[in-house]
């Protein structure tokens, strides 16, 4: 079943181009985006919709975090993304016209389940459920449902259901910006153009699996590392540090890059390593002063940065760039170091990769 890797999320993660090529497939033979990608009922439903309730746990938590981003810059649209322990028992105030959407791999977590109930219970009228399992207790629940196609994902770190949200997510993102009319032809074609790519760019984005082998040895002494972004990177930088932490058993931190100054900076010295996610985008200039202040302190910075970014390496600054420059599919391809970084430090560290300590795959109890 592993075929020539030696752990599930080493394949999980090695099958992401194709995970993601499945679950975009209709792209390819569509030349413009329609609501039908999200069943027959959508085009009402969005129509309806005049803002977005994201709620999910963990990995798809963070998966919401980066769509929040493309809902405002592309679309238009309110969104607020609410991890879903916590707005289970809370007392929001509900819109009914605020689209649910509730993420999930296995569509069977009970805390996200349970708030898409309360949302309803609250009053909101429709829910739309990202999930990987077809026959899941979320696909049943939601008035609406689109399908990773991510296939069984068996390894406890989430990766190709991750990446394969983050696809689902901008299609929606597209198809509610269209409805909106703020998408104009030119760049909705463009898009249709960047998504068919998505599949090869994930592909050359693996490629850096040596580099970051060669980082992961120096990481595996370490007991603490901090994550930063900015921007549409900053859930990035999160789900980098999730992934660490879940497998490697190392302290990992994120944080907005921008509130180093508020704290964090404290921890910064020549032991701690600083891993930046810094592709070319609106924020890198300023992500760039937030990390002279971390050399400044004597950090040693790994940064991932993007065919576009302009960062030199010098003797405390190691970088790894991927080969293109994605713009607005950057998140997704930023992934890919961060999940190669966690896999090759819990090996380092001989940890049980596929199966780490205390975790569930699927957390069906409170
Ligand atoms: O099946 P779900 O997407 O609802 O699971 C949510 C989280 O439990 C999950 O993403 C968890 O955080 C992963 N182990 C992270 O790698």
Redesign the pocket.
Known sequence: ELGPYAHFMQKEIFEQPGAVANTLEMIFNIHSISPELFGSEAENIFRDTNSILIL??????HAGLVARYWLETVAGLPCNVEIASEYRYRNPIADPATLVVG???????AD?LASLNYAKSLGHRHSLAIC?VAESALIRQADLRFLTRAGPEIG???TK?FTTQLASLLLLTMTLAKMRHKLSNEYEGKMIAALRHLPAALQLALQVEPQVKAWAERFAQKRHALFLGRGVHYPIAMEGA??LK?ISYIHAEAYAAGELKHGPLALVDNEMPIVAIAPNDVLLGKLKSNLQEVQARGGELYVFADADSQIQESEHVHVIRLAEHAGLLSPILHTIPLQLLAYHVALQKGTDVDKPRN?A???TVE
């Open positions: 999910a746990c963990g990995t798809s938590y993420i999930s791999q296995s569509g069977e977590t996200t990987n406890v770190a989430s259901a999730l992934k879940e975790l795959k699927a957390v």
